[in-house]
């Protein structure tokens, strides 16, 4: 098992990670299924047609509910959803960020307030490991703090050593779990998260020190949380070039397509994000000439597809007007064929992508697609 780089165009890679439970082409669009279900009505057998990789699961959720030990007694999350493929599981770090009215941070761990019955949870290094253990996923995340772009330079300094602090822990635990002979998964993968917010110093000697810990890949967190396009680019430019060069990288929570795009130009390897499943289920579609909002009226009587020549099972049994006419009269189908067809698109980019960079031709498939897309590219790097 491990991460083969098969083919450099710039920084765009085009590589391979073989897994326990499969391989993954990179790069690659992880499928967010954020309690064990991709929302909308998606099956794994769906998910399959759609040609999905992985799908990405929420540690913190499947935790308050259903339990990760309930899920570990039933056979862990693989046999739990009937999904086969790889899965990536969350630490639980992005809800240290998001229900920050309902968490208190210190050394040890993080106290959370369950959103939804309101009890208290902690969750430390060795938690978050266990749990994700007990789900037996692919590839488990360490447990990271995520800083606000806004934060001060002191508190985001403090944060990320103990973002550090807390990987060396979640390594020790994970090779111990994995050493023990009823885990479910005993070849689960640990991905460490660099962090810095966009202080591009902190986060290129944050980068310096994890990469020494020699782990099977690297992600780079706490971005798309408030910063500018303009500054989430510069810190992939000066961090991405730090981390080791022959593992994946993998950029959380990112993002549109365009920003994708971009990110692959930057050297990332990795993604995963709910805008195709969450839009979706709003009536908006991805197409390689932009979003479009189904639910306008001037999609009535438009008998063509989503996107012409677009192979998702909804554009290929479906026009426009009949996904309107589901979607305003409350059909759960219309959600369904929505969210089928945003992320057969996001699959379907990364495969245009991958071919794109094996061909050697990244660049001129980045300037052509961000100019269909109405999107401007970003001032071309220089590339060593």
Known sequence: MGYELIKKDGRARRGRLTTVHGVIETPVFMNVGTAGAI???????????????????????LHVRTGDRTIRELGGLHRFTGW???ILTDSGGFQVFSLKTLRKIREEGVTFQSHIDGRRIFMGPEESIQIQSNLGSTIAMALDECPSAKADRNYVTESVKRTERWLLRCKEELERLNALPDTVNPEQLLFGINQGAVFEDIRIDNAKRIRELDLPGYAVGGLAVGESHEEMYHILDVTVPELPSDRPVYLMGVGTPENIVEAVYRGVDFFDCVYPSRNARHGQVYTHKGKLNLKNAKFIKDDSPIEEGCGCPACRHHSRAYIRHLLMAGEMLGLRLSVMHNLYFYNHLMQEIREAVEEGRYEDFRRDFLSGYHIRPETDLTLA
């Open 84 to 86: 086969d493929r790889p």
């Open 39 to 61: 929302k909308g009505a998606v099956s794994v057998t769906d998910l399959k047609e759609i040609e999905t990789q992985v799908m990405l699961c929420n540690t913190y959720h």
